[in-house]
């Protein structure tokens, strides 16, 4: 089964900053996509960011991009300007092609963000 | 913008009872996922729905479990005889299918407390 692990159960940024969340996963498949959520003390899951396999360029959106290295099956997300509002817990989540259409999750990144 | 809205936001049930989870989809997707989120760990994937029958289940997903689309808008989760270990948030899920469409949309989550 494909494993996804985020080594970083707590991190930290001063407003305004910038902060890096680290995600790898496992696979064999070649196309697949993969998707940073982001799940605030309400606990809804917003999807952050998205990023399709086959496509070297990586994704951006605002203040969120993300640093995908196939080779080195790497994911990780960059939010820039950090924002108080930012503060929550993000998931990393893999969803292949061959595997059906569940996603498979990372245990999470709990993102504190200081005035 | 649609979102998956999720009844009720809290249930609190005596072990041994039957729940059911209620979900309504975004209204043009045609796939549904219920996952499970034990409180401190990862999102897991509990099964899929498509064309009104279960097209992918976990491990989890045991007889216990359940799901149903009984009219066009509602996607329910019952658990029969619930278990203190059923404990959790559980998130459902949709998206519209087809290759760029795979951003699954969740829920804000109905959390299951079972005393």
């Known amino acids: 089964a494909q494993t996804v692990t985020q080594s970083q159960p707590e991190m930290s940024v001063q407003e305004a900053e910038t902060v890096t969340l680290s995600c790898t996963y496992d696979?064999?498949?070649?196309?697949?996509?993969l998707f940073w959520y982001k799940q605030p003390p309400s606990r809804q899951m917003i999807l952050v960011i998205r990023?399709?396999?086959?496509?070297?360029q990586n994704a951006t959106e605002n203040r969120f991009s993300v640093n995908f290295q196939k080779a080195a099956k790497s994911f990780s997300l960059k939010i820039s300007d950090s924002q108080l509002g930012d503060a929550a817990m993000y998931f990393c989540?893999?969803?292949?092609?061959?595997?059906?259409?569940?996603?498979?999750f990372g245990t999470g990144t709990s993102l504190t963000v200081i005035p | 913008e649609p979102e998956v809205t999720q009844t009720p936001s809290h249930q609190v049930t005596q072990m041994g009872q039957e729940v059911i989870l209620r979900c309504v989809p975004i209204?043009?997707?045609?796939?549904f996922y219920w996952y499970r989120q034990i409180l401190g760990q990862k999102v897991e994937f509990l099964v899929s729905?498509?064309?009104?029958?279960?097209?992918?289940k976990s491990e989890i997903f045991d007889d216990q479990f359940s799901v149903e689309r009984p009219d066009g808008s509602n996607f329910t989760l019952k658990i029969r005889s619930t278990k203190l270990e059923d404990s959790a948030m559980y998130f459902c899920?949709?998206?519209?299918?087809?290759?760029?469409?795979?951003?699954?949309?969740f829920g804000p989550g109905t959390r299951l407390t079972v005393l």
């Open positions: 990023q399709e396999a086959y496509k070297q």
């Open positions: 989540a893999y969803r292949g092609t061959n595997t059906g259409n569940q996603f498979y």
């Open positions: 696979t064999s498949e070649s196309d697949y996509y």
């Open positions: 729905f498509y064309n009104n029958e279960i097209s992918e």
């Open positions: 209204s043009n997707h045609l796939y």
């Open positions: 899920a949709s998206n519209r299918g087809g290759r760029g469409t795979d951003t699954q949309y």
